[in-house]
């Protein structure tokens, strides 16, 4: 199992920038894939971003290609979503997630229920 507790968010002015973070803990992350969805009031829960952890392969929802960063620091167990450009319709409480299913290397899981752990959320608010 693996606990996972996401941090950074907050009110931010469009145009700016915010840092998230999803520190994990209770087993190692070598074979794992983490993710970032996103879900806004009244609407389902969305895929942003994911990294494989040991190749470290990206991918990126094209609503934030180009905008969002998606990256892991090893030693500290921890995943980030670096945001910039961010807009009013980035709002949401953003989660990060987990996928430690045994899968092929090359991998990337892009779908909310390839993710068995999942984060307490942070709410992110960009007012226009």
């Known amino acids: 199992q693996v606990q996972l507790v996401e941090s950074g968010g907050g009110l931010v002015q469009a145009g700016g920038s915010l840092r998230l973070s999803c520190a994990a803990s209770?087993?190692?992350?070598?074979?794992?894939?983490m993710g970032w969805f996103r879900q806004a009031p009244g609407k389902e829960r969305e895929f942003v971003a994911t990294?494989?952890?040991?190749?470290?392969?990206?991918y990126y929802a094209d609503s934030v290609k180009g905008r969002f960063t998606i990256s892991r620091d090893s030693p500290k167990n921890t995943m980030y979503l670096q945001m910039i450009s961010l807009k009013p319709e980035d709002t949401a409480v953003y989660y990060c997630?987990?996928?430690?299913?045994?899968?092929?290397?090359?991998?990337?899981?892009?779908?909310?229920?390839?993710?068995?752990?999942w984060g307490q959320g942070t709410q992110v608010t960009v007012s226009s």
């Open positions: 209770g087993r190692s992350l070598s074979t794992v894939r």
């Open positions: 990294v494989s952890w040991s190749a470290g392969r990206i």
């Open positions: 997630a987990a996928d430690l299913r045994l899968r092929a290397s090359s991998w990337l899981s892009t779908l909310e229920n390839e993710y068995d752990y």
